[in-house]
């Protein structure tokens, strides 16, 4: 062997390493992340990029953890760390992150409780039982004099859209103000009103506060000009004329609207709902807008837990119930609802399309019932157990939800001016605009889907929150919301096929590992015997 082939070895390891080393430093210099998931949950979506790219003075995010979590917490610390590298690789060195432990010195403790960081209590296994242990999980953003705090990270899910929306939340000069209505028996926002029936939105609050600003309005006054969209959820009551009219002019004047109301107001205890009768739906035919005055049920639908007796017992079972109808026909093509599956609606109304067309109106249907639904009209009866075959779900589908844009015509194109006692003149005098500036309307025949006692499904909040963002013209949010909200269940399979794929499962892998073992014998066994013959 010559002295060229002893060196061979020796080079071939310096040209391995030397290749490593240039990848590295190639590597650190150019960002590159290849992600095979549907929605591309681990790649920053383009807001999350823009938010950090278009800092213009120094974020500092500070994580308080604890270390040593046990799981799950540690694989949130894992996913929020890497986020913040990735908001750091795109923040063009305006962004740094440190973590923080704030059990290590009384002066962090004390810093995480002045930044509104809580601790709480985690049950971790050790030595052999479980030991209760106070922890932090929060995190603090500060940028300049302002501060933003998340005072607990207990989930990864949605993580980037609160760690994006809290940082335009710091950085956006101005940010969209949404108004609630609180006339006409309205869903309530913000609490402070007395009417019993009145739905709660504190769980929508909290999420829409993260982004936005929100607050209640009347209709009794004009709608303020700072409103940049304004949402009427739920009304059970009714509007005056001079309400219709504030809200007329609002949308006249180019104001965006969210309309979620339906036409029936159920009664689940007594089996019955009785019609809602509310200027509304008048102003909203007026202007080429329909909600249809029916109950509408779908074959493909959720469950509701009824109490029923069987001999002196009483069991609680879960049945199907038409009129908690699943909206499984999306419209993909438009961005609130692109990565969702399907939504829950609860006594939902039908939107009619056809008049908003005739106004040369741009209709675009967003939900809708399946083929296989009905419609009650007049007489609702609602009973749970009332018995319902598929010879009753031959109409449909039935538009659920609806975008109406365009320039709409005003109410009092062919009604009269209210007239203000008060000050003993119409409202308004000629010149009140006749047609609206260029805008969006979005109705949606229920309101109960988003509120307290009604929203289970992720996916019935992510869509009232892509609404908002698409009405306020912020749609770069919607990419990260949706990602978490999809929900993939299991196939249902019969019985038989359920056994079989759980034993098939079992066994596999150990037939793998037979079978491989077969085949090394085989294979060790040719070798020996070519060997002999050579």
Not at 24 to 42: G, K, S
Not at 153 to 161: C, T
Not at 212 to 221: A, E, G
Request: net charge positive; proline share 5%; aromatic share 10%.
């Amino acid at each position: 062997m010559n002295a060229k082939q002893q060196q061979s070895p020796w080079m071939r390891v310096v040209l391995i390493a030397a290749i490593f080393v240039v990848a590295n430093f190639v590597a650190y210099r150019i960002f590159v992340r290849l992600d095979l998931t549907e929605y591309h949950v681990y790649t920053l979506a383009k807001a999350s990029k823009d938010a950090v790219g278009k800092l213009d003075k120094k974020l500092m995010i500070k994580a308080y953890f604890s270390p040593n979590l046990p799981s799950p917490y540690n694989q949130n610390e894992k996913y929020l760390r890497d986020l913040l590298d990735d908001y750091k690789a795109y923040s063009k060195g305006k962004l740094e992150y440190q973590f923080v432990d704030p059990g290590s010195e009384d002066k962090l403790e004390k810093e995480a409780n002045n930044f509104q960081i809580p601790p709480v209590q985690v049950d971790i296994m050790q030595n052999d039982r479980v030991e209760a242990r106070k922890v932090y999980m929060g995190v603090v953003l500060l940028y300049g004099d302002q501060r933003e705090t998340m005072p607990v990270i207990q989930s990864s899910s949605n993580l980037e859209y609160d760690m994006t929306i809290t940082i335009r939340k710091l950085t956006l000069q101005k940010q969209p103000t949404i108004g609630f209505v609180s006339d006409g028996g309205s869903a309530k926002w913000s609490g402070g009103y007395r009417e019993e029936d009145q739905a709660d939105l504190r769980k929508l609050q909290g999420a829409m506060e993260k982004g936005y600003k929100t607050r209640p309005v009347t209709l009794s006054q004009p709608v303020p000009s700072d409103i940049d969209l304004l949402a009427i959820i739920r009304p059970n009551g009714s509007f005056d004329a001079k309400q219709i009219f504030n809200l007329d002019q609002y949308v006249m004047k180019g104001g965006k609207l969210l309309v979620a109301a339906g036409r029936v107001n159920p009664d689940l205890r007594q089996g019955t709902a009785a019609r809602v009768d509310n200027q509304l739906f008048a102003w909203l035919k007026g202007i080429g807008i329909g909600v249809e005055d029916n109950l509408i049920g779908d074959f493909h639908c959720g469950y509701i837990m009824v109490t029923q007796q069987q001999g002196f017992m009483m069991f609680q079972n879960q049945i199907n119930y038409p009129f908690f109808p699943q909206a499984v026909g999306l419209n993909k093509s438009l961005p609130v609802v692109k990565d969702l599956q399907e939504l829950d609606f609860y006594f939902p109304s039908s939107v009619d399309t056809v008049s908003a067309k005739s106004e040369g109106l741009k209709v675009q249907v967003i939900a809708r019932s399946s083929n296989k639904s009905m419609q009650q009209r007049g007489r609702y009866d609602i009973n749970p157990l009332a018995r319902h075959t598929a010879k009753d779900f031959v109409e449909g589908p039935f538009a659920f939800a609806v975008a109406f844009s365009g320039r709409f015509p005003s109410y009092y194109k062919t009604n009269s001016i209210p007239f203000d006692s008060t000050a003993n003149r119409p409202l308004a005098d000629a010149s009140y605009p006749k047609d609206s500036k260029d805008t969006r309307v979005v109705v949606i025949g229920e309101g109960n889907f988003i509120t307290d006692g009604y929203l289970q499904n992720p996916a019935n909040r992510a869509f009232f929150l892509n609404t908002v963002d698409w009405l306020s013209q912020d749609e770069s949010l919607l990419e990260i919301r949706t990602r978490d909200a999809t929900t993939r269940p299991l196939a249902e399979v019969a019985p038989a096929s359920k056994s079989a794929i759980k034993y098939g499962l079992m066994l596999s892998p150990v037939a793998l590992l037979v079978l491989f073992g077969i085949w090394r014998w085989q294979s060790s066994k040719r070798k020996t015997v070519w060997e002999e013959k050579a």
